[in-house]
């Protein structure tokens, strides 16, 4: 009659999970051991892995987000040649057919080309843009790079210089720029315009080449009257950008092409992706060496409870019933380590997030080099935390299934004498 209801209590789930519960906490010195080694390793590999993310999202923001714009949109093959011949118009079929896309949350157009920036002594190659001044000013926030002066209104004849080319012109506000270059089909563009605002970038790359005029301004400078080269897609979801723009290049044909930020700034990309290559090598690392730690533990436990075992298998208790408490003992124990972990590390990284490190002069040199602001800022969002306990629940998973098959197999007259 006992052994009947003991086989029934352990057929119900809820038992099973008090049984589990308990067996944990039977040695709490072994759980604890078990559960800090996962925690420090759940801590280290968040903090590295926010880290470099935060480093990863300010380059992105620096040159994607805050100018290139996570898509583009632009007449067949401008890409390859970067020429004024290569333009279109925004007339409302086109944009009818990109707002039909789901996901696309705004565009933005542009003119842009290229001219020789003059003041009275200097000369620089710049990169002169011509913009939507209020649809930059609630998309970009262009307005809150301004340093010195007052941003532009739609109908200013006037520019913003990037403060970089500024300090290299050693032009001030309502200093004359002249603008010399080629227009449209091989028109002359020539032009001198007051300084209304001095901007300044993330990436000190681009605030060295920007000039910024009304798009109605630039238009008429470049004589390109109603035309543009580049329409900047922004996304409801940044990180389905990529989906988007493949319905979107199905939905206009091959008479325009729609790039990705991967394939305008591949630099970005690349060295994005070599530098993840190398956080997760050392992750590798770091979860091996816990990965031993709890297969120790694992097997310790099993030494230490042989006996206990063998005397539950004689009096009823179905192997494959004990295999799974045990295996789930493993797995509860790596599960509660990731989640303390996972807990711990976001405080600190919470910290960096709102006070990022400042590099120091040499460091600030070498990464403006690369276009990238000069701080270190962790990055707080939730896949940072949520993939370390992931892989941890994956590791304890691996790892139980060696109890797990050497307690199905068990022979419970060999485990009573040992």
Known sequence: ????????????????????????????????????????????????MSMKEGVYSGMIDSVIGSYMGFGQIHAKGYWDERTLDYTFKL?????????????????????????????????????????????????????????????????????????????????????????????????????????????????????????????????????????????????????NSGTVIKKLQQQLGNEYEVMPWQETMPELDNLIKTDRVEGYVFMFILYMVVSFGILGTILMMLAERTREFGVLVSVGMKRLQLALIVQLEVILISVMGAIFGMLGAFPVCYYFFVRPIQLGDDLKKMTEEYGMEAVLRASVEPYVFWQQGAVIFFIACVISLYPFLKLVRLNAIKALRN
Not at 111 to 127: C, H, Q
Not at 177 to 186: D, I, N, T
């Open 1 to 48: 009659m006992w052994l009947k209801h003991f086989s029934y209590g352990i057929n119900n789930p809820n038992l099973i999970l008090k049984l589990t519960w308990r067996n944990i906490w039977r040695n709490k010195r072994r759980t604890l051991i078990t559960m800090a080694s996962v925690f420090f390793a759940v801590v280290l590999s968040t903090l590295m």
């Open 91 to 239: 007339n409302d079929s086109l944009t009818q057919k990109i707002h039909s896309v789901p996901g696309i949350k705004k565009t933005l157009q542009r003119v842009e080309g290229v001219a020789m920036a003059a003041s009275a002594d200097l000369t620089k190659v710049a990169i002169v843009v011509g913009i939507d001044a209020q649809g930059e000013k609630e998309i970009n926030k262009l307005n809150e790079r301004v340093i010195e002066g007052e941003y532009l209104k739609a109908d200013d004849k006037a520019v913003m210089l990037g403060a970089g080319l500024a300090e290299y012109l050693k032009l001030k506000l309502n200093d004359t720029v002249v603008l010399l270059g080629q227009g449209y089909q091989g028109a002359s563009a020539a032009g001198k315009y007051p300084v209304k605002a001095i901007v300044k970038f993330g990436s000190p790359e681009l605030s060295k080449q920007l000039i910024f005029l009304p798009i109605k301004e630039a238009q008429w400078f470049y004589g390109m009257e109603g035309l543009i080269n580049n329409l900047i897609l922004h996304f409801k979801n940044s990180r």
